[in-house]
T-cell receptor, first 112, second 110 residues
Framework: DADVTQTPRNRITKTGKRIMLECSQT?????MYWYRQDPGLGLRLIYY???????NKGEISDGYSVSRQAQAKFSLSLESAIPNQTALYFC???????????FGSGTRLTVV | RKEVEQDPGPFNVPEGATVAFNCTYS??????FFWYRQDCRKEPKLLMS???SGNEDGRFTAQLNRASQYISLLIRDSKLSDSATYLC???????????FGPGTRLSVLP
């Protein structure tokens, strides 16, 4: 099993729909992150969490919300999806030493 | 000035060539540095960590120049499997702030 698992792998949804992307990890890491990647723009941080009670906005949090249900679970929600949220979304974890990320395989989201 | 700048490439090199990428960063407080490789439509994977002046792992060498605020990645004896996008990632001392560069694309040609 993968250390960081994202579901779904692919999703097509309609404008205005609510959608949740899920992430779970078996690394035992406290820190979890959500990024989106767009062609030519690189990875941009949406939200991050350093422990279960800690939630922080990243560079592009507007239109998104998150929930840290447990140390191992961190979900990302789009309350009302819009087409410019079409992107590749990655969840990542890291240890408290900051020794680098482990990424999930990504969720390819298309909003039509 | 962007926080992290990389030449987007693509760098097209023949098998066996040596290729180097540079990355400049603007935050002088950055303490840890990472190189990730990302294959098309896949997740980034950690390639190397750089905490002092440099690091070497087989065919890969990373060098850090704190005074000039740049890090480089050297790949010797390029393989076809090295074709990917290479992301430069500085981080602060506590690993609380990772900033991803836009990446440099490498194509190794037969």
């Amino acid at each position: 099993d993968a250390d960081v698992t994202q579901t779904p792998r692919n999703r097509i949804t309609k404008t205005g729909k609510r959608i949740m992307l899920e992430c779970s990890q078996t690394k035992g890491h406290d820190r979890m992150y959500w990024y989106r990647q767009d062609p030519g723009l690189g990875l941009r941080l949406i939200y991050y969490s350093f422990d279960v009670k800690d939630i922080n906005k990243g560079e592009i949090s507007d239109g998104y919300s998150v929930s840290r249900q447990a140390q191992a679970k961190f979900s990302l929600s789009l309350e009302s999806a819009i087409p410019n949220q079409t992107a590749l979304y990655f969840c990542a974890t890291s240890d408290f030493l900051g020794s680098g990320y482990t990424f999930g395989s990504g969720t390819r989201l298309t909003v039509v | 000035r962007k926080e992290v700048e990389q030449d987007p490439g693509p760098f097209n090199v023949p098998e066996g060539a040596t290729v180097a990428f540079n990355c400049t960063y603007s935050n002088s407080a950055s303490q840890s540095f990472f190189w990730y490789r990302q294959d098309c439509r896949k997740e980034p994977k950690l390639l190397m960590s750089v905490y002092s002046s440099g690091n070497e792992d087989g065919r890969f060498t990373a060098q850090l120049n704190r005074a000039s605020q740049y890090i480089s990645l050297l790949i010797r004896d390029s393989k076809l499997s090295d074709s990917a996008t290479y992301l430069c990632v500085p981080s602060d001392n506590y690993g609380q702030n990772f900033v991803f560069g836009p990446g440099t694309r490498l194509s190794v040609l037969p």
